[in-house]
């Protein structure tokens, strides 16, 4: 979470915000979205990971990755 916030504000402060508002969007959305599924399984466990929230915590691993790769790409076509 605190890497996710560093880019963040990495990404305001050298001005590339403006030039790709929606993958950070998603990429920070992604990361709540993230952090609330694991403590959701978290406190739903009983000696064992519920199913149905094991499979979207995965899903929403699957999903932030893809984020994460998709603004790791803008920024690089951005600095060049």
Not at 1 to 28: A, P, T
Not at 52 to 57: A, E, P, S, Y
Request: proline residues 1%.
């Amino acid at each position: 979470f605190l890497l996710g916030v560093y880019v963040f504000y990495d990404l305001i402060k050298k001005g590339y915000y403006h030039y790709m508002k929606s993958e950070v969007f998603m990429f920070i959305f992604m990361l709540i979205i993230q952090i609330l599924l694991g403590i959701i399984t978290v406190i739903l466990c009983k000696g064992e990971v519920p199913t149905f929230w094991g499979v979207l915590h995965q899903l929403g691993a699957l999903l932030l990755l893809t984020a994460t790769m998709r603004l790791r790409y803008k920024i690089k076509i951005t600095t060049n």
